[in-house]
């Protein structure tokens, strides 16, 4: 019977092996009945296949947002700033697009605005920051170049930091300070005119530079009121048709001018904010009276 019952088990370890049905739990051997083969192979495919979320979508568009921005870093190191540029305007195409994408699928979460948050640091600070950098700030000698081309970054973390804590620094479609992408697109505008059509000596671009740098860094961190960008929707066409159609109008003026005509949108972005700062500040006077 020892010898019977030896050649049993030892077969039914083998088998323990062979068979996935017969599972080992410590010292004792279980044997689990299998159902149809075909069954439980069908209903593993099905297990095995991966759920996406819905919520994953918009963050597809943020993570090619990222994706421009750490391209745009490695063209400029490689001395290619017209694409180095040209990854920055991309990179705040996805920024939009991943809002607009949250909205129509209903999909905003805590976790979309903080990524959004990291990518906008890669893209809109630390990509202009090294650009700035490596286009002429690097002539200037010493540590000056890299200090103030690290304001465009630590502009940017500050600026994305305060509308995180205190969200809403965004209230009633207007910014506190200047945004980010709109930071971004100054400069890759400026890049991108220059690379295209150079007039300015060299000390000269060092200057603009420089003084661009250190005035998009402090509008960042101010407390200057901006516009937001309509978004994009019916709701919104029938609400500001008027904003709307100038928006669409200033859009096919940068296709069809390109960096020039970005560069001084841009520029006159700044200054609507500036002088719309300004009003309030004035009216606030008046009433104080």
Same mark, same amino acid.
Request: charged share 15%; glycine share 8%; net charge positive.
């Given at each position: @019977?020892?010898?019977?019952?030896?050649? *049993? %088990?030892?077969? #039914?370890? @083998?088998?323990?092996?062979?068979?996935?049905?017969?599972? =080992?739990? *410590?010292?004792?051997?279980?044997?689990?009945?299998?159902?149809?083969?075909?069954?439980?192979?069908? *209903?593993?495919?099905?297990?095995?296949?991966?759920?996406?979320?819905?919520?994953?979508?918009?963050?597809?568009?943020?993570?090619?947002? @990222?994706?421009?921005?750490?391209?745009? &870093?490695? @063209? %400029? $190191?490689?001395?290619?700033?017209?694409?180095? *540029? /040209?990854? &920055?305007?991309?990179?705040?195409?996805?920024?939009?697009?991943? $809002?607009?994408?949250?909205? &129509?699928?209903?999909?905003?979460? =805590?976790?979309?605005?903080?990524?959004?948050?990291?990518?906008?640091?890669?893209?809109?600070?630390?990509?202009?920051?090294? #650009?700035?950098?490596?286009?002429?700030?690097?002539?200037?000698? /010493? &540590?000056?170049?890299?200090?103030?081309?690290?304001?465009? !970054?630590?502009? %940017?973390?500050?600026? !994305?930091?305060?509308?995180?804590?205190?969200?809403? /620094?965004?209230?009633? $479609?207007?910014?506190?300070?200047?945004?980010?992408?709109?930071?971004?697109?100054?400069?890759?505008?400026?890049?991108?005119?220059?690379?295209?059509?150079?007039?300015?000596?060299?000390?000269?671009?060092?200057?603009?530079?420089?003084?661009?740098?250190?005035? !998009?860094?402090?509008?960042?961190?101010?407390?200057?009121?901006?516009?937001?960008?309509?978004?994009?929707?019916?709701?919104?066409?029938?609400?500001?048709?008027?904003?709307?159609?100038?928006?669409?109008?200033?859009?096919?003026?940068?296709?069809?001018?390109?960096?020039?005509?970005?560069?001084?949108?841009?520029?006159?972005?700044?200054? #609507? $904010?500036?002088?719309?700062?300004?009003?309030?500040?004035?009216?606030? #006077?008046?009433?104080?009276?």
């Amino acid at each position: @019977m020892s010898m019977m019952s030896g050649k *049993g %088990s030892s077969l #039914l370890k @083998m088998k323990a092996i062979k068979h996935p049905s017969v599972i =080992r739990y *410590g010292a004792s051997l279980h044997v689990v009945m299998r159902h149809d083969t075909k069954v439980d192979n069908a *209903g593993d495919r099905k297990a095995g296949l991966p759920f996406v979320s819905r919520s994953m979508v918009p963050s597809l568009f943020t993570v090619m947002n @990222m994706v421009c921005g750490y391209v745009s &870093i490695v @063209m %400029s $190191g490689a001395d290619q700033f017209v694409a180095a *540029g /040209g990854f &920055i305007v991309l990179a705040a195409i996805f920024d939009t697009l991943d $809002g607009f994408v949250a909205r &129509i699928t209903d999909t905003t979460s =805590r976790f979309g605005v903080e990524l959004d948050s990291l990518s906008d640091l890669v893209s809109f600070g630390a990509a202009p920051a090294y #650009l700035v950098y490596t286009f002429g700030l690097e002539d200037i000698g /010493g &540590i000056a170049g890299i200090v103030l081309s690290s304001l465009l !970054l630590v502009g %940017s973390g500050l600026r !994305l930091a305060r509308f995180n804590s205190v969200c809403p /620094g965004y209230s009633n $479609g207007s910014f506190s300070g200047l945004p980010t992408p709109a930071q971004a697109l100054t400069v890759a505008g400026f890049v991108l005119w220059m690379s295209s059509d150079p007039m300015l000596e060299s000390y000269q671009l060092q200057n603009a530079l420089a003084m661009m740098t250190i005035v !998009l860094s402090i509008l960042m961190i101010s407390r200057v009121n901006y516009y937001s960008l309509p978004k994009v929707s019916l709701e919104t066409l029938r609400e500001r048709p008027v904003q709307t159609v100038f928006y669409v109008a200033v859009f096919f003026c940068v296709l069809v001018y390109q960096a020039k005509a970005l560069f001084v949108v841009m520029l006159l972005y700044i200054l #609507l $904010g500036l002088l719309k700062s300004l009003s309030m500040i004035f009216r606030e #006077l008046v009433f104080q009276r």
